[in-house]
């Protein structure tokens, strides 16, 4: 016997079942940081969209910290908890522009209700070019996404995101880190480990990439990241303003001084340091950036890295000693002179 | 609002739906109200800059309409008719066509004026043409609404609001009076979900899988060849046909679940055998509405044949520019004109094509015109046709040479790079053609459904799929940089 009501029924049950368990399992594991809950079949996290995945984060958890610190792909594998004396929240993403940075700023202390007292900056060389940072970018289209009616509950029914619920559920039962990036759910980001001779290859193709692509002729200095900086600073008068040079495997930067950059990075150093006082420069040959082990590809440092960049930064110690110089107006140009001398040393001991 | 959104799906339909039946256990009146007031929220929910705007028609013409049925004299009433249909058709003209107009302006005179770059009020086009409709209705005598609340119902219940069917008073309005209407109908419920369903696919599954080829052919028109050339034209006509189709379904299934038959708009249009029997099965409700208030109006099939077939081409270049303001609307829509006056002009000498012949010749006809029609330019049109017809080279993708052992030379292949997944678009193309040239359509299966089991689970295990592609997540690109 077979009646209207009985379709109704079974479809409105079957309809319910079906989407509640998608959204079930979607919610368990929640790839797309709108919950926060943690447990040992979520704690490995694909990276899908940074932006959207930390604006996610920021807007639905309790967001008070009194540090932030923003920057690219580099600065993603700082461990937010090594820095000490400070309660940080890493809202590093890929691909960043410094045409970006306002943006990420002014979101976090709308999040926070109130200014920070300390904002740290990570800085890359070759994302100051004209080149790299032609357009005018902000995260605006993620916070209206964010901002959206039932966006955590919507998403949530969603085949796409149950692809990526079914991977982080994989990954995190077998406990593996196998992206070039896996966040857990502390917001930090971990790197797959490769052989020694995978990341020579890898460093190889980088140095190669940036020398066809952002050093030499195709690198010119964009003046306006000095005024983005300037601006920062008069945005948010109350807060300490930190920027850091994100440290490149010695070849990648020994690449830069052979394509004749080496004036833009003195330029841009200097641009920084008459901007906010200080930076902390880690971009130089020392006995980190010489290790090819530190790095995946020469330009993206492993975590461990990260962790000693927090601690210079923080003041803590163990720390290796040539590592890190914090530079100011007044030595500058010492520093300047110090970095040419390694250089020209280096160099040195090559014709040598 | 869209119907293939969350929003609409899991909340404003279940709200609507529950709401409307409660309120019905006390009071009919207000169940309508608060039908009302959910179609305005509806309505507003993309821009409420346009609501006032919604409103204003809706109050004008109901007015118009009752002095129309009022008044007796002649010539004052024909007066008020002329005043209302001016009244929508200026409206329609001035936030439709006022760029258009003046950009032609300026080109043929070389004149200056400025373009207002006015956001077209959603759903504008339909609710004018209804409330034509109405007007003249009363002025004839046949329509005399004097309950605002059934009329303001007519013109703005959600399900037909925004892509309609153009909905004829004659049609809704009794329902809406029908007090029988007020309690739940088991049948109207279970065939509502069903259609919904199948509209929610063929839109979510089907016509947004064919966007995406679709657009990227028509985005780079100038580089298409013989292959490519069919590949885009055949993805825009199926995207058209399950997009529209699709969102019509959806309509119908969404009025059902509140008693509410709207009228069928969709009726497997590609089986059409020629031109005329396309437009009796494409946006049927748009054919009758320019059928009898334009097409008789002018004299209809009463008058002497050169001006049967002037009234033809009047009718499609109306229907062209109701379409969109731009030429290559104007020039789809004469185009459809001509090829009627020719299918005419054929069966009245007696001519008949054998059915199949007649089947492919309609439906090459109507498959190279929807160029025209998603164009956006002339040269984009004529880049694309182009390319249908060989003039920019006859080349096989090696990719189907291999698989099919063709066996042909590499002077006779490319490399296909128009889709990431030549298999996938083949089975779409292919699934595509069978759905609407041999399979009964959504209204066919909807009248005919049978409430088995197995019809609820083919019905729900769409719903379950479709709903799953609302939200799309991409991944960021570059993502180490």
Known sequence: MVSYKSFIVTFLLVAGLGLGSFAGFNYWIDPMWTFGHAHEYNDVQAEIDERQQKVNHIYYSDFDYDTLLIGSSRSTYINQHSFTGMDVYNFSVSDLSFKEYKSLIDYAVREKGSEFERIIIGVDFFKSSLSQSKEDLNIDEYIETVEEPFYRWKILLSQ?????????????????????????????????EFPREVKIKQTEAKIAKFKRMFYGDKYEYNPEFKKVLQDIEAAYPETEILVYTTPTYEGLFNALVEEGNFGDYEKWLEDIVESTDTVYNFMYPNSVTENISNYFDGHHFYPHVGDDIAKKISGAGGVPEDFGRKVTEDNFKEHIDWVRSKIDLKTEGVTQ | MLFNSFEFIFVFLPVMFIGYYILNRFNF???????????????????????????????????????????????????????????????????????????????????????????????????????????????????????????????????????????????????????????????????????????????????????????????????????????????????????????????????????????????SPYKAVSIQ?????????????????????????????????????????????????????????????????????????????????????????????????????????????????????????????????????????????????????????????????????????????????????????????????????????????
């Open chain 1, 160 to 192: 796409d995101i149950y692809e990526y619920a079914k991977r982080n559920y994989e990954l995190s039962k077998a406990d593996e880190i196998v992206d070039l990036r896996n966040y857990n759910r502390e917001n930090v980001a971990l790197a797959k």
């Open chain 2, 29 to 267: 009146s207000i169940a309508k109200v608060w039908l009302l007031c959910g179609s305005l929220f509806f309505y507003s929910w993309w821009n409420p800059i346009y609501l006032p705007l919604l409103l204003a028609s809706i109050f004008v013409n109901f007015f118009i309409g009752i002095w129309l049925t009022k008044i007796q004299v002649g010539i004052q009433k024909k007066a008020f008719l002329t005043l209302g249909i001016l009244f929508n058709v200026s409206l329609l003209g001035f936030f439709k066509y006022y760029d258009f107009l003046v950009e032609n302006l300026n080109y043929a005179f070389g004149a200056n004026f400025n373009v207002l770059h006015l956001i077209l009020p959603l759903a504008i086009s339909f609710f004018t043409f209804q409330q034509i409709a109405y007007l003249v209705d009363s002025y004839r005598g046949v329509a005399k609404e004097r309950n605002f609340l059934n009329y303001a119902l007519f013109v703005s219940f959600f399900p037909q609001l925004i892509a309609g069917p153009i909905v004829h008073h004659s049609i809704v309005m009794p329902q809406y009076m029908d007090s029988n209407n007020r309690k739940i109908h088991a049948e109207n419920i279970a065939k509502g979900l069903f259609i919904f369903s199948i509209g929610l696919f063929k839109k979510v599954a089907i016509a947004d899988t064919f966007a995406i080829w679709a657009t990227t052919g028509f985005g780079s028109a100038e580089t298409l060849t013989f292959f490519d050339g069919w590949v885009t034209s055949l993805s825009y006509t199926f995207q058209l046909y399950f997009d529209f189709s699709g969102y019509t379904d959806m309509a119908i299934g969404a009025a059902l679940l509140f008693n509410i038959k709207l009228p069928t708009n969709f009726y």
């Open chain 2, 277 to 481: 029997d396309f437009w009796r099965r494409w946006h049927i409700t748009l054919t009758n509405f320019l059928t009898h208030y334009i097409y008789i109006p002018l004299g209809g099939s009463r008058v002497h044949a050169a001006r049967i077939y002037g009234n033809i081409l009047i009718v499609f270049f109306i229907s062209g520019l109701w379409h969109g303001a731009g030429w290559t609307f104007v020039v789809w829509g004469m185009l459809h004109g001509i090829a009627s006056v020719i299918h005419r002009f054929w069966s009245k000498a007696g001519f008949r094509l054998p059915t199949l012949l007649a089947w492919f010749v309609t439906f090459q006809f109507i498959n190279a015109t929807w160029v025209l029609f998603r164009a956006p330019d002339f040269t984009t049109a004529m880049q694309v046709l182009s390319a249908m017809v060989g003039l920019n080279g006859v080349q096989i993708p090696s990719i189907m040479n291999a698989r099919l052992g063709l066996g042909l030379s590499d002077e006779w292949l490319y490399t296909f790079t128009l889709m990431d997944d030549l298999i996938k678009l083949g089975l779409f193309l292919i699934g595509a053609f069978i759905i609407t040239v041999f399979l009964r359509n959504s209204n066919q299966l909807t009248e005919k459904l049978k409430p088995t089991p197995l019809h609820a689970l083919f019905a729900v295990g769409l719903f379950i799929y479709a709903a799953l592609q609302l939200q799309k997540i991409s991944e960021f690109l570059y993502f180490n940089f």
